[in-house]
């Protein structure tokens, strides 16, 4: 079972909620975490694990073959991107501006220009206990967040069994790499917080869920600091709130140290107990105990 | 030497464009002769992505051997500009063209 | 004029909620840009009138003529994106998964394809409670920000301020380390880093600012919620040393910050805080810089 948790926008608690959601699961049964908020991944801030081991992740972009190049220009014509540029008789690929769409290379007539792997980040595995964790990080100055949070999530397809709990911390916004990141989940958690901005990325978070037909609910973080206007909206559009963490100033400086807050705060801990027996009580979860055995 | 100044305007008194790869024109002066020209480079404006090296590419058409602007190019149209030879001078960015051109000449501006 | 953009890595340190507070000192003296398009959220502080809505387009969306097309399926094969699907036998583009590359344009043996200009949102020009101009944006669901659309929303508050002789455009500015936030900071004249005592915050700090440094651009950083962490506070004023970057200001943790966005104000309207104090010098000295 997939379980994606995400946000409109950054700093809800989205990190919060995924590390001690998946480290409390881990106590009593097989969980991944997988970080996939690729640009600034923080998950790992707040395991404690031991590291697996990584590998550099590629991306697919041309290389220029000068022996067989006749300069015709085909190549800078059909690239949308602009990552193909010609300075005297040569030809220059710019690798971050390429979206790997393969026009280039495939309609080049020459075959000069044959597709190879280029490091856009590296993925990390860590194992502690039943907790597999999974994180990547783009390299700086790489402007396309999309394959490798694709390359993320096809890792661990592959390493870790289907009938596992599997949390993905989704990146903040709306846009591509939160579809990428909440494509395949089974349930999306959306958490938000009880003020104006919460209530306004919230609707924004909501109207694409939407638009993605995927099933979602709400954790309310930092509860009772704002007003009400989350709950009533969540009442009106028929969105189930699953949970409430309270807003407690020490929950603030737990986190600042990169501590789990279920040990120290009995709230957290309750909270992420509603949030499994909501997940638990869904279809298709009972395969999940039996992962765990 | 021809000089090419990112700018916002056509004249000697328009304000340096900071940046380079959206910049709206250049102006490009040969010391030489004592004439200038102007490339209109707003068309670049409405690319979503690669108006670096794009801008780049023009501009190297242009043969011009030093690039006066703001805070410099991004690394992919560093590297096209690099490869042209050209050399970048930065920190003109609240200057006007004439005042940027001053400032290089007493040795003001940073080379990149 | 002067170009000040505030941006800070990671979300939730309290980015434009300060930004709105300048905002509100600048008052009629400046122009205001939003663009932090994913999450725009000036407009719950400033109370924009989405005045002037102009369409927005960037980049370009495949769309097949199903009276052309004859479902011979090579754009399905080509595609590397996996966009063209069949849906009730015949083929479809899904906008959401085309990347505009217009390959399958090109190929297309009955040329039933055209890539069409994508319309991801729409910007404004408003008025905001102020009395200053503010360039805004609205994307829509699923589409993407883009330096494009950053560039456009700067370039508009850089046209009008020259027009009303203003000194200061003071830009919110996008999140993470991407093509926006490269966007936003170029032709930036002098940078603001909001950060907060937190290892995640550090960590963040650290990745923005490296990008900050490869534009060569000045940059000055505010830690919100300082006392929050004495240690890690510390550790960022250490960092900030190193690097040489500005140390423009200590915020304490206030809950006030979020009872003033409740009632859709800014952390300056309310006179005689003391956060509004340290704001208030925060602000001289920006811009000053």
């Not at chain 1, 990190?15 to 997988?34: G, I, K, P, Q």
């Not at chain 3, 994913?38 to 369409?55: G, I, R, T, Y």
């Not at chain 3, 000194?167 to 950060?195: N, R």
């Amino acid at each position: 079972m997939k379980i994606a948790v995400a946000s409109g926008k950054g700093g809800t608690g989205k990190t919060t909620l995924s590390t001690n959601l998946a480290s409390f699961l881990a106590e009593s049964r097989e969980t991944v975490l997988a970080d996939l908020d690729v640009e600034e991944p923080n998950s790992g801030l707040f395991i404690r694990a031991e590291a697996g081991g990584e590998e550099d992740k590629y991306k697919m972009i041309p290389e220029w073959d000068a022996g067989k190049c006749t300069l015709c220009g085909i190549c800078r014509e059909v690239c949308n991107f602009n990552a193909i540029t010609q300075i005297m008789d040569e030809i220059m690929v710019f690798p971050q501006l390429c979206h790997s769409c393969y026009a280039c290379s495939e309609l080049c007539p020459r075959d000069a220009l044959p597709m190879k792997k280029q490091k856009m980040g590296v993925l990390r595995y860590f194992k502690q206990g039943n907790l597999s964790f999974v994180e990547s990080e783009l390299d700086i100055g790489e402007e396309q967040a999309v394959p490798l949070i694709a390359q993320t999530i096809a890792y661990v397809d592959r390493h870790c069994p289907g009938d596992v709990i599997k949390i993905f911390d989704a990146p903040p916004g709306t846009s591509c790499p939160v579809i990428e990141a909440t494509k395949d989940a089974d349930l999306v958690i959306l958490v938000t917080e009880p003020t104006p901005v919460g209530l306004h990325d919230l609707s924004l978070a909501v109207e694409t869920m939407k638009a993605l037909k995927r099933d979602f609910c709400v954790v309310i973080n930092r509860d009772g600091l704002g007003n009400a206007d989350v709950e009533s909206y969540c009442v009106r559009e028929n969105i189930p709130v699953i949970a409430k963490i309270p807003n407690q100033r020490s929950i603030a400086e737990f986190y600042s140290d990169g501590k789990l807050l279920y040990h120290e705060i009995s709230a957290v801990k309750d909270a992420l107990e509603k949030i499994i027996a909501y997940i638990d009580a869904r279809p298709g979860a009972g395969k999940t105990e039996k992962g765990a055995e | 030497m021809k000089i090419a100044f990112t700018s916002k305007g056509k004249d000697w008194d328009a304000p340096i464009d900071p940046r380079f790869g959206r910049t709206e024109y250049f102006f490009i002066y040969d010391e030489a002769s004592g004439g200038s020209r102007i490339v209109d480079n707003t068309d670049v404006t409405y690319e979503a992505h690669g108006a670096g090296p794009k801008t780049a590419q023009r501009l190297f058409g242009e043969k011009a051997e030093i690039l006066i602007t703001g805070n410099g190019p991004g690394g992919n149209a560093a590297s096209v500009l690099e490869k042209a030879g050209m050399r970048i001078y930065t920190g003109a960015g609240e200057m006007s063209v004439k005042e940027a051109y001053e400032a290089y000449k007493k040795g003001d501006l940073k080379q990149f | 004029m002067k170009e000040i953009v505030v941006i800070s890595g990671k979300g939730g340190t309290g980015k434009t909620s300060l930004t709105a507070s300048f905002a509100y000192l600048g008052a009629g003296e400046i122009i205001v840009a939003d663009c932090d398009v994913d999450a725009a959220d000036m407009h719950v502080f400033l109370q924009p009138d989405f005045a002037n809505e102009k369409d927005f387009y960037s980049g370009q969306v495949a769309v097949i003529d199903p009276g052309i097309c004859t479902d011979c399926g090579k754009c399905a094969r080509t595609c590397r994106f996996d966009a063209i699907r069949v849906i009730n036998g015949r083929h479809t583009v899904n906008a959401l998964d085309c990347e505009g590359c217009g390959y399958c344009s090109r190929i297309c043996p009955v040329n039933a394809i055209t890539d069409k200009d994508n319309h991801v949102g729409w910007w404004y020009c408003s008025a905001i409670k102020t009395g200053a101009k503010m360039l805004h944006a609205k994307m829509k669901v699923g589409a993407e920000n883009s330096g494009k659309l950053v560039a456009r929303v700067k370039k508009e508050a850089k046209r009008i301020a020259e027009k009303e002789k203003k000194k200061l455009v003071l830009v919110d500015g996008s999140p993470g380390i991407g093509c926006p936030v490269v966007s936003s900071l170029s032709g930036a004249s002098y940078v603001i880093l909001v950060t907060e005592p937190t290892v995640s915050g550090l960590h963040d700090l650290q990745r923005v600012s490296e990008l900050v440094g490869k534009f060569r651009i000045r940059s000055g950083c505010i830690v919100n919620k300082a006392d929050l962490n004495r240690h890690k506070r510390d550790e960022i004023h250490a960092y900030l040393k190193q690097n040489n970057i500005d140390h423009l200001a200590d915020i304490p943790y206030d809950e006030t910050f979020t009872r003033a966005m409740v009632s859709g104000k800014t952390m300056t309207e309310f006179t005689g805080s003391r956060v509004r104090k340290i704001l208030e010098s925060t602000w001289n000295k920006i811009v000053n810089k």
